[in-house]
């Protein structure tokens, strides 16, 4: 095959890049919209506008919404693992930093590559799996003053961590077999259908996580802007893959990290402490030499 050329690649980080400074923008809208609107109810608007915004592409661009029989299990667990990834990432971020949560969340390829040699087989050699030890102990960095401020939400970003880790499995295989438009419509088809008879049977329950409420005046902007955000920077990163090889994109995404700190200081004036900064630079750090290893090992 072969290699992309440099027009291509370059394009690639950009939009990569893109995705680093819009991903944030996704839980910026999210964290402005648990105010006054439960979690379940932000988490149905993210996947319901995205499906939304993906259906006008499939007509211009003529794609076909058929789905092999094969495809099906592997849809719906993308679909399933991302709402629970989102639920979990919201409802953390009510009352936590962004930038804490989203520390945590980013030892999702770590839990990958884990899973990739002790039940896949993977040839993972001991420097890499030091990497991902070194990675958990940057987590309990942040999550401790997290704990210690929030109580137990500040261990919810783990679940989100943990889904987000199978959905990157799920998808690399879903991938290749799917057009990305068709697959970001279906995961927000199938995620829409799975949330609206759990929020309508949650009516008048009072709780407070999913019964839902009439939203009003700017909420209605931030719910539109939570699907718009997630949809608009899961499709550059899906095109930014389809560019420039994974293993120059990869470090880019630890560049997120440090927006959406800068993006929840901005907004909501929060900033991590001195023991969540350095469990942030530990676990960017480990996951930069983990790339770097894993490059080694391919030869790049």
């Known amino acids: 095959m072969d290699a992309p050329?440099?027009?291509?690649?370059?394009?690639?980080?950009?939009?990569?890049?893109?995705?680093?400074?819009?991903?944030?923008?996704?839980?910026?809208?999210?964290k402005l919209a648990s105010s006054s609107v439960p979690v379940?109810?932000?988490?149905?608007?993210?996947?319901?506008?995205?499906?939304?915004?993906?259906?006008?592409?499939?007509?211009?661009m003529r794609l076909s919404l058929q789905v092999a029989h094969k495809q099906w299990l592997?849809?719906?667990?993308?679909?399933?693992?991302?709402?629970?990834?989102?639920?979990?990432?919201?409802?953390?971020?009510?009352?936590?930093?962004?930038?804490?949560?989203?520390?945590?969340?980013?030892?999702?390829?770590?839990?990958?590559?884990?899973?990739?040699?002790?039940y896949l087989g993977e040839d993972v050699g001991p420097r890499r799996i030091g990497a991902c030890f070194v990675g958990f102990v940057?987590?309990?960095?942040?999550?401790?003053?997290?704990?210690?401020?929030?109580?137990?939400?500040?261990?919810?970003?783990l679940g989100t961590a943990v889904a987000f880790a199978f959905y990157i499995l799920v998808t690399r295989g879903l991938s290749r077999q799917m057009h990305p438009v068709v697959m970001q419509f279906h995961t927000g088809l199938i995620a829409s259908l799975f949330c609206t008879p759990v929020i309508l049977l949650a009516q008048g329950s009072g709780f407070e996580l999913l019964d839902p409420v009439w939203p009003e005046g700017i909420a209605w902007l931030w719910l539109f802007g939570a699907g718009f955000f997630a949809t608009l920077s899961h499709m550059m990163m899906t095109y930014a893959l389809s560019l420039a090889p994974s293993a120059t994109l990869a470090p880019l995404q630890y560049f997120e990290?440090?927006?959406?700190?800068?993006?929840?200081?901005l907004v909501f004036?929060?900033?991590?402490?001195?023991?969540?900064?350095?469990?942030?630079?530990?676990?960017?750090?480990?996951?930069?030499?983990?790339?770097?290893r894993e490059r080694v090992s391919a030869g790049l």
């Open 40 to 60: 379940g109810q932000i988490t149905a608007a993210r996947f319901g506008v995205q499906c939304a915004l993906m259906a006008p592409f499939i007509g211009i």
């Open 5 to 30: 050329s440099t027009d291509k690649v370059l394009t690639g980080v950009v939009l990569m890049l893109g995705f680093c400074l819009t991903a944030p923008l996704l839980d910026v809208a999210a």
């Open 269 to 292: 004036q929060d900033f991590p402490n001195s023991l969540s900064l350095m469990g942030i630079a530990i676990i960017i750090g480990a996951g930069l030499y983990m790339i770097h």
């Open 257 to 265: 990290l440090p927006v959406a700190t800068l993006f929840g200081y």
């Open 138 to 157: 940057g987590v309990l960095f942040v999550i401790q003053p997290s704990f210690a401020a929030f109580g137990a939400v500040a261990l919810i970003p």
């Open 74 to 118: 592997p849809l719906i667990s993308r679909a399933l693992l991302l709402l629970f990834a989102t639920f979990c990432f919201i409802t953390a971020i009510r009352v936590m930093p962004l930038a804490d949560a989203l520390a945590i969340v980013f030892i999702a390829p770590f839990i990958v590559l884990l899973f990739g040699k002790f």
